[in-house]
């Protein structure tokens, strides 16, 4: 049997919009993105302005542009993410201070971005890791209290909620979801940053195209040929043909987490038992949106993670590692001369993390074959 890492679940609705597009012609931004920036909005609830970019990396820089973040700036990140979460405060000159992460969570929290706040701390990009969504509340205490902005990484977090809240809605600064083709819903490329700031709002709308006072869809609804351009903006606006997919994708979003926690849940009582340890499940008033599903190697398999992702594969099992650490990759680990000491249990994550297959239309016989060749390799039994 053939179990990929992730198959996208893409229906008859996702492929008519697409064809309706190419038969309107309006390819570019337009109706189409904009229902998908209301929808998102509408979906969140909470009186969020949603804008649509071409992807998260994009949605994150135009976040960090818009709070101000420049050369000597410092922002703090986790360094077990992608690196994406870090290399938007490159671009614009600011300076990445990276901290590990919680053991349970395997999310950065509070307590540890505050040891690293020092006066030229500006900002924290949080990340929900897999999709357990971060102490969002206690981070916007940390914020009011130390005078920071606070930025949510959440490629993986469509649908999560903390706090009783959807995650998007608590009104830290700005939150950026991905829909790169293996998040939890897919425009192929693309992600939405979400915010409750009108200001940042508008410049965000600005710097997505070119540093035009209005985009090039406004200006052609009223008509108007005139244009200003007021910032070196860039180019990051999401065609009409990628907001086909995400309008379908979005109206099956619960769906599909719902699906994902289901292989999840089976996953994590199925495998319980074995030398496999998991990821903390959201609280009572919180729920993990399940993009990932991650299980740590322990020291008593007979198979470390990399043999055991090479037995797997054998068996046609593909899986994948989220992450190896930042610290670990040569620009950030020479740029910033990082230590994996500073960093245990990101490092240790590094060398015992696996992320098993998980996607919608997973068959309950692909499950089970996962679970069998994972009962065999990591107990010996064969
Ligand atoms: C996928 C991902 C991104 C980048 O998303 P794109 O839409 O591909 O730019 C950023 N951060 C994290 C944690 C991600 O997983």
Partial sequence: MQVPFF???????????????????????????????????????GSVEAIAVNSATAGLHLALEAIGIGPGDEVIVPDFTFTATAEVVRYLGGEPVFVDVDPHTLNITPALAEAAVTPRTKAIVIVHFAGLPCDVPGFMRLAARRGLRIIEDSAHALPARVGGAMVGTHGTD?????????????TGEGGML?????????????????????????????GSWRYDIVAPGYKYNMTDMAASLGLHQLRRAEAFRNRRAEIAHQYRTRLAGLPLSFQADADGDGMHSWHLFVARVGAQSPLTRDALF???????????VHYLPLHSFTYW??????????FPVSEACGQTIISLPLYVGMTQAEIDYVVAALSELTTGRV
Avoid at 24 to 42: C, H, I, R, V
Avoid at 333 to 341: G, K
């Fill in 7 to 45: 198959r996208p679940e893409i229906g008859e609705d996702e492929i008519n919009e697409v064809v309706d597009s190419l038969r309107n012609g309006w390819l570019t931004t337009g109706p189409k993105t904009q229902a998908f920036e209301n929808d998102l909005a509408n979906f969140l609830g």
């Fill in 174 to 186: 700005a939150v950026v979801f991905s829909f790169y083709a293996n998040k939890t819903i897919t």
């Fill in 194 to 222: 979400v915010t409750r700031d009108p200001a940042l709002a508008k410049r965000a709308r600005t710097m997505r195209l070119h540093g035009f006072d209005r985009d090039a869809f406004s200006r052609f609804q009223t």
């Fill in 310 to 320: 090479e037995a797997l594969g054998d068996r046609g099992i593909r899986c994948s």
């Fill in 333 to 342: 680990r020479e740029r910033y001369n990082l230590s994996p000491r500073a």
